[in-house]
């Protein structure tokens, strides 16, 4: 079975602090993506990547950032969290475009 | 623009009935179609993908793909109140073939 874990479950931080989510897949997928899902709003894709180092924007990039320095890591940073930061983010993989994705468990954000 | 529409519900049927969701999407470029199952608080979970025209069929779920009228469709036999949740449709889409969900429909299956 593919799985797909992200580093935390639930995480309280402080606005303006630097905010690192990361999500580790097992299954040598070759792209990994990450959403941010609001009720009323659905997913929304922030930031996608399809090989090391390799990065694409989203619908929704500005105040994030992401890096992929191994092929199974794929890092959300916060730059500068703000209020509006606050929601549900979700990582998935996929071993190629067109083809299906798979889920981290989610990790619901709260920036006070 | 690359869209995927659902009905937001919630769509309420009784136990043993068939639920019918329904989603349709903007590009005709689209060649694969799945659709996930999400419980509240938890991540999206998959439970059918189709590529083909027609239904295709996987114990209590179908799927039926319509791509001349860009529409795919889940149906639920036999609902149980443990498939009360809500199931997103997803069309990856675009050049890149990024996979693009719809809004998702709130389904509740009461005893």
């Known amino acids: 079975d593919v799985k797909v874990t992200q580093s935390s479950r639930y995480l309280v931080k402080r606005t303006g602090e630097k905010v690192f989510l990361e999500c580790v897949q097992d299954m040598d997928h070759e792209n990994m993506f990450w959403y941010r899902q609001d009720p009323g709003l659905g997913l929304r894709l922030i930031y996608f990547s399809y090989d090391v180092k390799m990065k694409e924007k989203g619908d929704i990039p500005e105040g994030y950032s992401v890096s992929r320095e191994k092929k199974e890591r794929f890092s959300l940073i916060l730059e500068s969290a703000s209020t509006n930061q606050t929601s549900m983010y979700l990582c998935a993989s996929s071993f190629r475009l067109n083809t299906e994705a798979f889920f981290g468990q989610g990790t619901r954000l709260t920036v006070v | 623009q690359k869209e995927v529409e659902q009905n937001s519900g919630p769509l309420s049927v009784p136990e043993g009935a068939i639920a019918s969701l329904n989603c349709t999407y903007s590009d005709r470029g689209s060649q694969s179609f799945f659709w996930y199952r999400q419980y509240s608080g938890k991540s999206p979970e998959l439970i059918m993908s189709i590529y083909s025209n027609g239904d295709k069929e996987d114990g209590r779920f179908t799927a039926q793909l319509n791509k001349a009228s860009q529409y795919v469709s889940l149906l639920i036999r036999d609902s149980q109140p443990s498939d009360s949740a809500t199931y997103l449709c997803?069309?990856?889409?675009?050049?890149?073939?990024?996979?693009?969900f719809g809004r998702g429909t709130s389904l509740i299956v009461h005893p």
């Open positions: 997803a069309v990856p889409s675009g050049g890149s073939y990024i996979p693009t």
